[in-house]
């Protein structure tokens, strides 16, 4: 089966879906200088192709008191994609992915509650066979999320013309999303993350609320930041086929300075603040080994205070934010918390 690519049209509707995730065919038509029906087909395409979805992200500490962590496992010889494969298969598992270098397979998990982080950290992962190692970073505090990266390809104009129809996030969001969602706001919270662009109608018909009342309800949950609209896409589809994860020393005077800095670099996906080996983890993507050599050889050595780099490259990811990967098309989704108390 021959590889999908994009074309020109094609990354700029991606490139448009990340900046409003949620803005009307209407206007993105507009943004790109197209018709209504060619950016609709083209969205729908893209999606009914398994190559891009808009998801809600949610924030994760609405579900649970304990922090996420990052895990990295050596394996047995020819063990390495068994072992992701079966960790890709736990409820609490958001990122898994083959790496060379610091890892042998690195994955992101969210544990359900406090409570279950010594089980599996030091039986439920060890465990796995074909597991020989494993060694864990607690996330301290994210500094940039995926839904903050874009392609860097439309105009300051495009740019403009788009923000006026990004989603409203209150100022005290910051701060943390505040109550978890209850009822119909908790309902409302799994279609979003399905589809962050599902509207006010079909919102109310899955509800069995009025119209008026699915639109109080997204825009409370889009207001307060729990729900954060996002583009899931491979960002090997986009031309960015090459991803690291960086995990970085630092000393503990620098070590806000050094990930609010890499936070900032167009290469940032994810990026954290952690305990553990490390000081920061650095998610990022690029287009090619000569941008990677570029970040490691001149960005970071320009940063006062990094006493040491370990580098692991991602030679294929088989989850990502909950959502089983094939190559650059999406696969299955499980929703990332779990599953609402009985009223």
Known sequence: MRAPSLDDLDLDLVAALQRAPRAPINVLAEVLGSSPSTIGRRLQRLQAENLLRVIGQVDWSLFSDAHPRHVWLTTDPGRSEPVARRLAE??????VALTTGGADVYCVVHPAGRGQVRDLLTHAIPSVEGVR??????????????DSWCLDRLSAD?????AAYGDPVAADAADGPGEPP?????QAVRLLYRDARTGSAELARVLGVSQSTAYRITQSLLERGVIR?????????????LEVVVSLAARP???ARVAGELGRHP???YVSVVAGSGSVIHHGVFRDEAALERFLSVDLAGLPGVTGVRV????????????MRSGVRLGAAAAPFPAAPAD
């Open 133 to 146: 190692s494993t060694q864990s970073d607690l996330v301290l505090r994210p500094v940039t999320r995926a």
């Open 312 to 323: 692991s490259v991602v030679l294929d990811v088989l989850r990502r934010y909950w959502i």
């Open 90 to 95: 736990r409820p609490e598992t958001q990122l």
């Open 182 to 186: 209850t009822g119909a706001e908790r």
């Open 267 to 269: 290469s940032a996906r």
């Open 158 to 162: 495009r740019t403009a013309a788009l």
């Open 229 to 241: 609209p996002r583009v899931e896409v491979e960002p090997a589809l986009l031309g960015m086929g």
């Open 253 to 255: 005077g620098a070590v």
